[in-house]
Protein backbone atom coordinates (compact mmCIF):
# COMPACT_ATOMS: atom_id res chain seq x y z
CA UNK A 1 0.00 0.00 0.00
CA UNK A 2 1.17 3.28 -0.80
CA UNK A 3 1.12 6.46 1.41
CA UNK A 4 -1.56 8.10 0.22
CA UNK A 5 -4.12 5.15 0.34
CA UNK A 6 -2.93 3.97 3.88
CA UNK A 7 -3.27 8.30 4.61
CA UNK A 8 -7.05 7.75 2.80
CA UNK A 9 -8.07 5.38 4.91
CA UNK A 10 -6.89 6.88 8.50
CA UNK A 11 -8.88 9.71 7.23
CA UNK A 12 -12.25 7.87 6.51
CA UNK A 13 -11.92 6.35 10.25
CA UNK A 14 -11.56 9.40 11.59
CA UNK A 15 -14.43 10.92 10.04
CA UNK A 16 -16.41 7.83 10.62
CA UNK A 17 -15.68 7.71 14.41
CA UNK A 18 -16.75 11.64 14.45
CA UNK A 19 -19.72 11.13 13.26
CA UNK A 20 -20.90 7.70 14.59
CA UNK A 21 -18.49 7.33 18.08
CA UNK A 22 -21.28 8.48 20.39
CA UNK A 23 -24.10 6.10 18.72
CA UNK A 24 -21.87 3.31 18.63
CA UNK A 25 -21.08 3.93 22.29
CA UNK A 26 -24.61 4.25 23.24
CA UNK A 27 -25.42 1.17 21.42
CA UNK A 28 -22.71 -0.58 23.69
CA UNK A 29 -24.00 0.42 26.68
CA UNK A 30 -27.25 -0.78 25.76
CA UNK A 31 -26.38 -4.00 25.27
CA UNK A 32 -24.02 -4.19 28.39
CA UNK A 33 -26.86 -2.73 30.54
CA UNK A 34 -29.53 -4.92 28.77
CA UNK A 35 -27.11 -8.18 29.84
CA UNK A 36 -27.16 -7.53 33.07
CA UNK A 37 -30.74 -6.85 33.50
CA UNK A 38 -31.94 -9.81 31.41
CA UNK A 39 -29.31 -12.01 33.86
CA UNK A 40 -31.28 -10.54 36.87
CA UNK A 41 -34.93 -10.95 35.21
CA UNK A 42 -33.76 -14.31 34.90
CA UNK A 43 -32.31 -15.11 38.06
CA UNK A 44 -35.41 -14.05 39.60
CA UNK A 45 -37.31 -15.99 37.43
CA UNK A 46 -35.13 -19.00 38.29
CA UNK A 47 -36.04 -18.58 41.73
CA UNK A 48 -39.19 -18.11 42.15
CA UNK A 49 -39.79 -21.21 39.79
CA UNK A 50 -37.58 -23.24 42.36
CA UNK A 51 -39.26 -21.45 45.49
CA UNK A 52 -42.68 -22.61 43.64
CA UNK A 53 -41.20 -26.64 43.42
CA UNK A 54 -41.59 -26.50 39.71
CA UNK A 55 -39.02 -29.00 37.90
CA UNK A 56 -35.52 -28.24 37.72
CA UNK A 57 -35.13 -29.11 33.98
CA UNK A 58 -38.35 -26.77 32.77
CA UNK A 59 -37.18 -24.17 35.44
CA UNK A 60 -34.14 -23.68 33.77
CA UNK A 61 -35.15 -23.87 30.51
CA UNK A 62 -37.82 -21.24 31.27
CA UNK A 63 -35.11 -18.99 32.74
CA UNK A 64 -32.75 -19.59 29.15
CA UNK A 65 -35.26 -18.11 27.51
CA UNK A 66 -36.45 -15.62 29.49
CA UNK A 67 -32.54 -14.23 29.41
CA UNK A 68 -32.64 -14.32 25.88
CA UNK A 69 -35.87 -12.88 24.88
CA UNK A 70 -34.64 -10.58 27.36
CA UNK A 71 -31.08 -9.66 25.61
CA UNK A 72 -32.91 -10.40 22.09
CA UNK A 73 -34.98 -7.39 22.57
CA UNK A 74 -32.00 -5.22 24.14
CA UNK A 75 -30.35 -6.14 20.73
CA UNK A 76 -33.07 -4.32 18.75
CA UNK A 77 -33.11 -1.65 21.01
CA UNK A 78 -29.14 -1.26 20.63
CA UNK A 79 -29.50 -1.67 16.99
CA UNK A 80 -32.02 0.99 16.69
CA UNK A 81 -29.30 3.71 18.08
Not at 33 to 39: A, F, K, N
Not at 62 to 75: D, E, K, P, R
Amino acid sequence: MNPDSVSKVAEDAIAFVSVHGLRILVAILVLLVGRMISRQVSNVVKRMMLKAKVDDILTSFIATIVYYALLSAFVVAALGQ
